[in-house]
């Protein structure tokens, strides 16, 4: 559910993994192309992109996520425009400051608002317009200065912006058609990205530092070095994964200028980057402007909606995503009651839950225990509405994913044991339900005490929890759904 100590350790340590991971990376990278004379980038992209398709399969196997394989051609094109882009960030890297490796990457967003307004007909509200040219404006700034020291690096950088830019039109592109989720797509495509940069990088690499990756001498500390690359960049794409799975889009971002700042203190405290005042002040003009971005984002102007809860404190709720999309349940419960259940009522709960929970915050500074008392209700019947339905939505599956089937063997022989059978059970817990007077839920539980299970209900919108600790619910059905009302 997300409100217990539990899920607080987790956000903070997929946070600080995150954030840990993704310094680590160039830091590593930097020091074996700067100090031990390894330049060959895009070759050890490949190597990193094999190393994660593998930790991928690894994720799958102990069904971390769920394979969904589209179509073939789409995988293939997006792949090898990924390993293009990715070899050219790397490329980036390689030949330019850390600094401003980092404009190159905080163009990219600006970029692809730019593209999507002249090619996709997009239309972006007024702020973000203007936050985004604060944000070229101060890009441009920072680069002035490299563009004159290092064409090479800059013909580089504007080259990997451009193909970064298509390749995340695309991400969010093959995302909605194909209705796959990025760990999916990942997955499938990284074969493709890492087969590009394998058989293109030591031609790439050979052509721009005049080295042959083959006949490098790998010492033992290069090859620890490109090992520990290897593994962090595993660790790069689990934290990324496990942050945006955890948080919101908005967290994400932020926590992206954060690793920026990192990024650029190491780089000019340890390894000695070199640094002008007005790249520093590009940079700050840049963060400043994807302030302003956010806000206007928090705003509701970019659509980030229900994210943003995270955003206002940890206890502060957020409404789940679906397990599956609202049409799959069909014929058996319409994908428009799916989504008015879903958007507009569980939303309501969550809303004013956060609401309450913000007047509660309130009410505890300030002292005012009458209100406390008098805000116990709302945050009961709102915080119950959006647990309940939290593990609602994860009660029901779609018929091609095993739904409708009868449930697995342990849970039969523990039904049989405590019922007598599932037809009992479904008899006792329709009986229970219509014994309700007024609206409620009927649960089928575990109590974890005598470790046998039961039929269990609670008024209005109680959580099953308010029948004690050691009740663990399995199947809720809200008795008085007014969401079916439409059918
Ligand atoms: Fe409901």
Redesign the pocket.
Known sequence: MGEGGGFQLGTVGALSLSVVSSVSIVICNKALMSSLGFKFATTLTSWHLLVTFCSLHVALWIKLFEHKPFDQKAVMGFGILNGISIGLLNLSLGFNSVGFYQMTKLAIIPCTVLLETAFLGKKFSRSIQFSLSILLLGVGIATVTDLQLNLLGSVLSLLAIITTCIAQIMTNTIQKKFKVSSTQLLYQSSPYQALTLFVSGPFLDGLLTNQNVFAFNYTPQVLVFIVLSCLISVSVNFSTFLVIGKTSPVTYQVLGHLKTCLVLTFGYVLLHDPFSWRNIFGILVAIVASGLGLLAAAAGNWGLGSGLGNERGLTAAALPDLPYDYGALEPAISGEIMRL?HQK??QAYVTNYNNALEQLEAAVAEGDAPAVVRLEGAIKFNGG?HI??SI?WNNLKPVKEGGGEPPDSALVWAINTDFGSLEALVQKMNAEGAALQGSGWVWLALDKGSKKLSVQTTANQDPLVTKGLHMVPLLGI?VR???YYLQ
Do not use: I, K, P, R
């Open positions: 259940h009522h569980h509405g309940n339905h609602f809200d759904e007014h969401a």
